[in-house]
């Protein structure tokens, strides 16, 4: 088979996470993910079934919103996106996120975007991906030093959505919001479970021998090399380039 690209292994991962979902919204500056969603609109497309909507901030082609992110957060909220991403500048084990700085607020430096709409849509999309392609201690930390959206609720909150595992440069993991914690449940090509945990400050759950994160078959394969990769173009060009160079190199 073809050498596969790490991030050819994320996008054919995404796609698979994302597997039975009718509309899934992707935020900007984010290409990994947007190529997964593409790929699974590419497989259900060849494979003659139901059409799977995507809605891309900041692309014109793949994108059906007019006023960007406050239609995005009147869809969900309508419960009208089944899947969603967000990553954090540091994730904990109970999948708080944190996307506003390192320090005691609000003197933290750095300083990140910020929370726009992270903790709205955490609470209403229910399947949240989280995807962070470093994989590092300063990255996945014991706890957060801000919670710009928390992980989990305490009993009694309404909450309809949250996160179902966790997409990384290293493995794939699921997680259990009965406990609020993580499982490995498969690592990439190259990478071994101590390597994982010495680049994780939480404790996760694994089994003894973890399995290898499947790779993406031929005709997938083909598929994002082809078609995906020409209608990511028309969002992240640089992206697309540097893919085709990479793989062919």
Not at 219 to 230: H, K, S, Y
Not at 234 to 240: G, H, R
């Amino acid at each position: 088979m073809t050498d596969v690209h790490p991030r050819e292994i994320l996008i054919a991962s995404i796609a698979r996470l994302l597997d039975g979902v009718r509309h899934v919204a992707v935020g900007a500056s984010s290409p990994i993910p947007a190529a997964g969603a593409m790929l699974l609109r590419a497989l259900k497309k060849h494979a003659g079934a139901p059409p799977v909507r995507i809605s891309i901030l900041g692309s014109v082609e793949h994108n059906f919103f007019t006023n960007g992110s406050a239609e995005l957060f009147d869809c969900a909220g309508q419960g009208r996106i089944d899947a969603f991403f967000l990553g954090g500048g540091q994730i904990d084990g109970q999948a708080n996120i944190n996307l506003v700085g390192i320090g005691d607020y609000p003197a933290t430096a750095p300083r990140w975007p910020g929370s726009f709409g992270s903790a709205y849509l955490y609470f209403v999309v229910p399947r949240v991906i989280l995807f962070r392609e470093e994989h590092s201690p300063r990255v996945f930390v014991e706890k957060v030093d801000f919670i710009s959206a928390p992980g989990t609720s305490e009993a009694g909150v309404h909450r309809t959505g949250g996160p179902v595992a966790l997409l990384t440069g290293k493995a794939l993991f699921s997680f259990d919001k009965s406990r609020s914690g993580f499982t490995l449940e498969s690592l990439h090509p190259g990478h071994d479970l101590n390597e994982v945990k010495q680049a994780t400050s939480f404790a996760f759950r694994h089994a003894e021998r973890p399995g290898q994160t499947e790779l993406p078959d031929p005709a997938t394969l083909a598929l994002l090399r082809g078609q995906v990769m020409d209608e990511l173009a028309e969002t992240y060009p640089e992206f697309a380039n540097q893919m085709r160079q990479e793989v062919c190199a």
